[in-house]
């Protein structure tokens, strides 16, 4: 493999150093443009040797008189300089510039040559005309080499094994998620029907049964009167047993029950009471921990399909490098103008028909170059605004680096929050998280942990850090919700369960999904409007098989979402606190989000003396067109 690239590049040296010799063949009235305007483009491109050298000089002393060739070496030689200085100085030189040094360079050299003799207007004109020749020529032949040699590296045989080894990869992996998806999917299925009981819980009368069961076969087989007992039909032995297992079973008191002496005629009745409770006791113990067992499954069943959801996402965008060859090249080169190298360049486009670039990149002449370059570079040549991703480095180094840039959003969004804790307290039961993610959404999750001070807090943190995990490892909302919700249900002994507010904001469209789990209302102030988002369910953790089904709305340019706690609407001892705080949001003039929350916070505190019963959190998301 290296023996090809080594023969690979030695035929480029003789293509470029054959070029170098037929630009000396070009000669217009004694000039020769081409040859200067050659050798810029070929120290842009780092295609200076000696077979280029060997070439050149060739083609100059077979083809130039003597005169000639030595001005246009002296003009070889500062151009070089020039460009190479121009590199150092600026770490980048496009196809412009180095055609302005290479023109200016011949047209300097000509006019300083007259100079030495005597002036001829014509000649003059025709040296000032050579330099813009040089000039224009750089400009094509730059733009005309780099193109090709771009075109070629991804039409080139080793190119295209790479594309065809790439698209097996991706077929290959996207078969072994595939597979992996269905045998998750499969083992869900499983664990849902484990987690369905077999039978509905017992009833009163199958438990005194069981009872019965158990309790005559231990104490009155192993009593030395069971024959007498149970053969004198006329006592009713078995009914008073089953009188006394149901008080059992009704869970009435051992001490109400030895009184009530079901059965006077057994000397074993106290130690057969106290066996009844002890093995009801098991026996609820038993199903408890079959519930449980069967919860958990069920949690298990959840997580697996939210699993399987997430693996079949996966892969949902696809590869446009086969068809995109040009773009490819373009790209390669607007990167170059700018001082920088891109290598295994690949554009995708997902299901919304949204495109991202990556590629790794490097600094072509050394030193540091801001990421923004490579961006510009990216937008001038796919004519779309751009952004990059969030974990991308800033500066660009020697050293390949991977950066991906997506297609920009249309809209941003702000957020700003006010906050008050209640008086008793010293730390806040609400917790709140703000994040937006590489697909251009814009995330707001508000929690309201059950009561108030550190306790409250740590469970509405665990909320807010679990949405954010989820949603940060490619969770769709709702999946995340459920996860967020199983993982709840399993920690959720001590019955403390906290409210979830998530506002998923599309920043390509502006449309707004709002899903609420035991939260208060919510407003979205458009215009001088404000409407008022309610929703009525249990909190997080309090019912595994809840399901909350988002509010779909679309925002625009300048509108509001204001989300808050429970703790803001209880206390405004109005009749209808919706309203009033719809009232509210509505009469505050401001476009400001962290004055709007701080606006409704403080005329809140109105209505409640300045004290505050509960913790109270006034979130407040705005979007804006760029």
Same mark, same amino acid.
């Not at 009235?29 to 120290?43: D, K």
């Not at 009471?273 to 098991?282: D, K, L, N």
């Given at each position: 493999?290296?023996?090809?690239?080594?023969?690979?590049?030695? @035929?480029?040296?003789?293509?470029?150093?054959?070029?170098?010799?037929?630009?000396?063949?070009?000669?217009?009235?004694?000039?020769?443009?081409?040859?200067? @305007?050659?050798?810029?483009?070929?120290?842009?491109q780092q295609k200076k040797n000696l077979l280029l050298y060997t070439g050149i000089f060739a083609g100059m002393g077979f083809c130039m008189p003597l005169a000639g060739a030595v001005k246009y070496l002296f003009v070889l030689l500062v151009v070089g300089v020039g460009i190479r200085f121009y590199l150092w100085a600026n770490r980048r030189c496009s196809g412009w510039a180095a055609g302005m040094i290479a023109g200016l360079t011949a047209a300097a050299m000509n006019c300083s040559g007259m100079a030495l003799t005597r002036m001829d207007r014509n000649e003059l004109i025709l040296g000032l005309c050579e330099g813009v020749l040089v000039f224009g020529a750089t400009v094509i032949l730059y733009y005309v080499l780099q193109m090709a040699s771009e075109l070629g590296k991804s039409m080139s045989p080793a190119g295209q094994r790479t594309e065809a080894l790439t698209e097996a990869e991706e077929r290959y992996d996207r078969g072994r998620i595939d597979a992996f998806a269905e045998a998750v999917d499969g083992l869900s299925v499983a664990f849902a029907q484990m987690s369905r009981p077999k039978n509905d819980r017992m009833s009163g009368r199958e438990s005194v049964a069981a009872l019965e069961q158990e309790i005559t076969g231990k104490l009155c087989a192993s009593c030395d009167g069971c024959a007498i007992c149970w053969e004198q039909e006329e006592n009713g032995l078995p009914e008073k047993i089953r009188r006394m297992l149901a008080a059992v079973v009704a869970h009435?008191?051992? !001490?109400?029950?030895?009184?009530?002496?079901?059965?006077?005629?057994?000397?074993?009745?106290?130690?057969?009471? !106290?066996?009844?409770?002890? @093995?009801?006791?098991?026996? !609820?113990?038993? !199903? @408890?921990?079959?519930?449980?067992l069967q919860e958990n499954r069920m949690v298990i069943a959840e997580q697996l399909d939210a699993m399987s959801d997430l693996l079949q996402d996966w892969g949902q965008r696809r590869c446009l490098d086969a068809r995109s060859k040009v773009l490819l090249a373009r790209i390669g080169f607007e990167a170059g103008e700018r001082g920088l190298v891109a290598s295994r360049i690949h554009i995708y486009e997902d299901e919304h028909q949204r495109r991202s670039v990556a590629a790794y990149v490097a600094s072509k002449w050394g030193g540091g170059i801001p990421t923004r370059n490579y961006v510009q570079a990216l937008e001038r040549a796919t004519g779309m605004s751009l952004r990059l991703g969030k974990d991308a480095r800033s500066i660009l180094t020697r050293e390949p680096t991977p950066v991906t840039v997506y297609e920009d959003t249309k809209f941003y969004a702000l957020s700003g929050a006010a906050g008050q804790k209640k008086d008793t307290e010293t730390v806040s039961g609400d917790n709140f998280s703000l994040f937006t993610l590489e697909d251009g959404t814009y995330h707001v999750c508000l929690s309201d942990g059950m009561g108030s001070g550190p306790a409250a807090g740590k469970e509405s943190d665990l909320v807010v850090d679990l949405m954010e995990k989820f949603m940060e490892a490619g969770f769709r909302q709702e999946t995340a919700i459920r996860m967020m919700n199983s993982a709840m249900v399993m920690q959720g002994d001590d019955n403390s369960f906290s409210t979830l507010d998530f506002a998923a904001l599309d920043l390509y469209t502006g449309e707004l999904a709002l899903t609420k789990i035991g939260a208060a209302a919510s407003f979205i102030r458009s215009g001088g409007e404000t409407d008022c988002i309610r929703s009525a369910s249990l909190p997080a953790g309090a019912d595994m098989a809840q399901e909350a089904e988002p509010e779909k709305r679309y925002m625009r340019d300048g509108d509001f979402l204001v989300m808050v706690t429970d703790g803001v609407l209880e206390y405004l001892h109005v009749k209808n606190p919706e309203e009033k705080l719809a009232e509210i949001i509505s009469d505050i003039h401001t476009d400001n989000a962290g004055v709007l929350a701080r606006t409704i916070l403080e005329r809140v505190l109105l209505f409640t003396g300045g004290h505050a019963m509960d913790d109270m959190t006034v979130l407040v998301t705005g979007i804006w067109e760029k």
């Open positions: 493999m290296v023996e090809k690239q080594d023969w690979s590049r030695l @035929a480029q040296n003789a293509l470029y150093a054959l070029l170098g010799g037929l630009c000396s063949l070009a000669g217009v009235m004694g000039y020769y443009p081409l040859v200067p @305007a050659f050798y810029a483009v070929c120290c842009l009435s008191p051992k !001490e109400e029950i030895l009184v009530k002496n079901y059965m006077e005629e057994c000397p074993r009745y106290s130690g057969m009471v !106290e066996e009844a409770i002890w @093995a009801f006791s098991r026996m !609820e113990l038993n !199903e @408890a921990w079959y519930r449980r």
